[in-house]
């Protein structure tokens, strides 16, 4: 196709730290899904020209948008949609933020209340602890869950987390960990040590008040004492 070299640079330096897209960049690359076989150039800087900025555009009504010559109402609604994802995401950036104990569990039991198989799931927080992505695992085993240090490693190169949380849940109505447990934290420590991301606590809910926390019990400090880097390197060193 004609268009398709420019719009495979324009997505390349979409993914490029380096490049900044123009605005009228970005309006034709929202656009790219409309209208498939068609240059969407001249269509973005005609919305831009009538609305100004990105803003106005994602905010504008489908009437509004139509008024646009080359806009109809499919994609009127495409890009009015697309204005309310970003009033949602707004809506809730501050009811994930992990600022205390009470936070966390307050998301561990939104997250695994009522659940009938057990789940595991990390929640990787911005710096601010903020959370922006949940990774979840779930087995057809009713009561063992869990990931390989291969998925966790991956998903963190991917996402580059300042923090991840940890949490799963007991459906045998027992809070207390396992042998298995156990040892999944301190896997957890090592991946995180390894990755430069902190591991904030490992969560286990069996319950709204039946909730045990690995850093509320000490052990999270613990173990980023005897897992931590400058450790596992002497250790590393030690058996050679």
């Known amino acids: ?13 979409l ?4 490049s900044v ?3 009228h960049e970005v309006v034709e690359m929202l656009l790219f899904n409309a209208f ?3 240059n969407t150039n001249p269509l973005a800087h005609a919305l831009l020209d009538r609305f100004c900025t990105i803003h106005n555009i994602v905010n504008a009504s489908v009437e509004e948008l139509m008024t646009v010559e080359g806009i109809g109402e499919q994609t009127a609604y495409y890009i009015r949609v697309v204005g309310q994802c970003l009033k949602r995401i707004k809506e809730v950036e501050g009811l994930a933020l992990l600022k205390n104990f009470g936070d966390c569990k307050k998301l561990v ?3 695994l209340r009522g659940k009938s198989e057990e789940h595991l799931e990390l929640y990787f927080t911005e710096k601010s602890g903020r959370v922006f992505r949940v990774h979840s695992f779930t087995t057809a085993e009713r009561n063992r869950v869990t990931a390989t240090a291969d998925e966790i490693v991956r998903a963190i190169a991917l996402a580059k987390p300042h923090g991840i949380l940890v ?3 007991h459906l045998n109505g027992n809070h207390y960990p ?3 447990d156990d040892v999944f934290t301190k896997e957890m420590q090592l991946i995180c040590c390894f990755n430069n991301v902190q591991l904030l606590d490992h969560i286990i809910y069996a319950g709204d008040d039946n909730i045990f926390s690995y850093q509320m019990a000490g052990v999270i400090d613990r173990l980023r004492t005897e897992l931590g880097l400058e450790n596992v390197i002497k250790w590393i060193k030690d058996l050679n």
């Open 1 to 13: 196709m004609l268009h398709d070299g420019h719009r495979k640079r324009i997505c390349a330096r």
């Open 15 to 18: 993914e490029d730290e380096n």
């Open 21 to 23: 897209l123009y605005d």
């Open 36 to 38: 498939q076989r068609k």
């Open 109 to 111: 039991s939104m997250r």
């Open 167 to 169: 949490a799963h849940n």
């Open 178 to 180: 396992s042998d298995e």
